[in-house]
């Protein structure tokens, strides 16, 4: 901490210090984006007094998204990685790709459309250390957007995935985030789960570990919002395998048994009930469509069974020991490639 402080009080880092922060950040077609975004990125973190890196994580980007971003890599005073993505797996595998390429000791995360300020990310920092927290994540408070398209369904969203999966934030959508990398290394991103982080931090440490900070957010300047009122219903989707997860990954048989067996008892007291009214009141059940509601909650009685069955056989052997990543990089420019 000493020599931290002397690094900063004389302006210069040293560099063969530990890398601090290593600072993520996806783009997909942000042409206009990237030059300005790397310009307040540097200007943001100008008094950073240990040792930082950018890493921008192109997601196949179909214009001059990657030939901009590449004018940085010899940047002086800038420590730039550049991860090419083979092609667009969409952002939570553009952040995963990111946060395996970091090396930095805490891994910050945010937005390439200039909506997110990174003057934000040095107070950030500070205070995840001051509170001692693992994952710290950015409130958009004042958010500059839509309120039909997109406040309105982050809110609902917010309040949905706060009552399902117990972790109390204001904000799940802010990219913003600081973590500690030893703990989001833990957690394996895929699909579009990249608004839970904080439910999936949750599976690692305890949500008190997990809090917020009110940060700045401001109007998008270029190109168009990569999303619609459709994710509403894929973050609806979403939620419920995150739901799953979290309480039956271990022991998805728990979740398959249960409908099972409840269907089976639904089946059961129909077939009884039919059975007296057959055998012991003499009524023809044959034409009955009660019959065959009682036969069909059956078998999917002992479907639903036998799924829990199977999904606990794989659950523990083949998701266990996947290691495979849900990206293809192309190319990495920088950091080491300049050495």
């Given at each position: 901490m000493l020599q931290t402080t002397a690094e900063s009080l004389s302006g210069v880092i040293d560099a063969t210090a530990p890398l601090e922060l290593s600072l993520v950040v996806p783009i997909f077609n942000?042409?206009?984006?990237?030059?300005?975004?790397v310009d307040r990125i540097c200007t943001a973190m100008?008094?950073?007094?240990?040792?930082?890196?950018?890493?921008?994580?192109?997601?196949?980007?179909?214009?001059?998204?990657?030939?901009?971003?590449?004018?940085?890599?010899?940047?002086?005073?800038?420590?730039?990685?550049i991860v090419a993505l083979q092609r667009n797996f969409g952002q939570t595998a553009a952040m995963q790709a990111g946060i395996d390429t970091a090396t930095g000791r805490l891994i910050a995360t945010m937005d390439g459309d200039l909506q997110n300020d990174p003057n934000d990310i040095p107070g950030m920092v500070a205070e995840l250390e001051r509170r001692e927290l693992d994952l710290l994540v950015g409130w958009r408070k004042n958010r500059q957007d839509g309120l039909l398209l997109r406040k309105i369904p982050s809110w609902c969203a917010n309040y949905l995935i706060g009552r399902i999966t117990g972790v109390k934030l204001h904000d799940y959508g802010c990219s913003l985030k600081i973590y500690r990398a030893e703990i989001i290394k833990q957690v394996k991103l895929m699909g579009e789960m990249h608004r839970f982080i904080p439910a999936w931090v949750a599976?690692?440490?305890?949500?008190?570990?997990?809090?917020e900070m009110v940060v700045t957010h401001h109007a998008r300047q270029h190109g168009q919002s990569k999303y619609?009122?459709?994710?509403?219903f894929r973050v609806i989707l979403d939620l419920l395998s995150v739901m799953f997860f979290m309480r039956y990954k271990a022991r998805p048989g728990h979740f398959f048994g249960s409908l099972g067996l409840g269907l089976g008892a639904l089946s059961g007291l129909i077939l009884l009930y039919l059975f007296f009214d057959k055998f012991i009141m003499g009524n023809d059940i044959g034409t009955r469509p009660m019959l065959m509601v009682g036969v069909v909650l059956l078998l999917s009685s002992v479907q639903l069974i036998t799924t829990g069955i199977l999904a606990e056989m794989i659950a523990r052997t083949y998701y266990r020991d996947d290691e495979s990543p849900n990206y293809i990089v192309q190319k990495i420019f920088g950091g080491s490639e300049n050495a």
């Open positions: 942000e042409e206009e984006s990237v030059g300005p975004l100008t008094g950073y007094p240990s040792r930082w890196e950018l890493i921008l994580v192109d997601d196949g980007s179909t214009d001059a998204t990657l030939v901009n971003a590449r004018k940085h890599v010899d940047r002086e005073g800038l420590s730039l990685k599976g690692v440490v305890p949500s008190s570990r997990i809090g619609g009122i459709s994710r509403t």
